[in-house]
């Protein structure tokens, strides 16, 4: 069955064909999309999805994507065609509670050929030893695919969306026994020579070699971009200029600085202490290249001989900062199908090729 979008708040028409769906014998379980802007109520939607009966998983995100076009409005249901294995984690319980919720729920769930969904609160503290946990427990065999769900207001709120309504400081999980295809790239290119990260306060980074971190940052991007930082203009110029995580034969990971408070750099995730980073930047091309190498590596791996749909995680920083030439990044991904997908805060993907990550200013491409 055919991705579906409403782009109206049409309560009675999503019922319908959220019914219609459980009612199909040939769908086993629903991805569920809503674009923050104009989004529906809890009060209005939670009835309606606790009256479906296969497993339903999904949140709220900035924006959409469907038929390779981006909507900043509206519900995008994903039929999926195989069963979802779904667990609700709460990510302010202790890691040992979630490690025994995982051994309950998902102890059937390891397997050598297999894929898991993972969509979190963007915006919650505990999410990235989530993300550990969830690696330490299903190890290297499934695919992650999955994303951050939330605002551009950049606080915590209900945004995780269930067959028992809406969750916030949640994360969803979806384990499946098929093997998904996927790709991921960033395209961003470093410009400054390793930095080492020396004091860290949760998503803050303090200091940058030992000085305060957004003066050492401000002097490397100012006389790169030909720019000044100004108090209102942190986040334009700095979109365009993410941090880089060195890793030893691996791609660098990137993070987003959004705010700057007492030379302080706020991001969307950590960075640990200790690390070593690089000042990253990017354009068109670069951005353009690593849309196509996500999709060419997607389509080298899938077995599948006809491809219908292929479902997108971008982030919403890298639509910013492309600005009216993303519609030519989801061109360069649907050459060869149709786009749906989701423009995330965070990005999941991964192979087994390394340790599990949340990614920034990332692309994810998979076929199924």
Known sequence: MNDIYFPSKNITSLKHYLIKLDNDENVKSVLFFMADKEHFSEQELTPVLKNIKKPIIGGIFPE??????????????????????????????PTETIINQLEITQKNSIAPSSSLFVFYD?????????????????????????????????NSFPCII????????????????????????HGWESISFPLKVTKTDKNEIIDINWKPAFEIYKEIVELHSKKTFKANNFFTIAKSYPLGISKIDAEKVVRDPYKTVSNKLFLVDKIQEGEYIEIMNGDRKTML????????????????????????????????????????????????????????IGEIANTGESVLEIYNKTIAVAIW
Not at 123 to 137: A, M
Not at 162 to 185: C, D, E, R, V, Y
């Open 162 to 185: 269930t067959n028992s309504g809406f969750h916030q400081n949640k994360a969803i999980i979806g384990w499946t026994n098929i093997k998904i295809a996927i790709g991921a790239a």
């Open 64 to 93: 959409l994507i469907f038929k390779s076009t981006r909507k900043i409005t509206g519900v995008l249901l994903i039929p999926l065609e195989f069963e979802l294995n779904t667990q609700v984690i709460d990510l302010v319980t």
């Open 122 to 154: 963007a915006f919650s503290e505990n999410k990235s030893s989530f993300i550990e946990v969830l690696f330490n427990f299903f190890g290297i065999n499934p695919i992650y695919i999955g994303g951050g769900a939330g605002s551009l207001d950049f």
């Open 289 to 344: 290249e690593s849309a196509k190498n996500a999709t060419d590596k997607a389509f080298s791996i899938s077995n599948k001989k006809e491809i219908n749909t292929i479902f997108c995680i971008d982030c919403i920083t890298r639509a910013l900062y492309l600005d009216e030439d993303f519609k030519m990044e989801l061109d360069t991904i649907g050459q060869k199908a149709k786009i749906s997908g989701i423009l995330s």
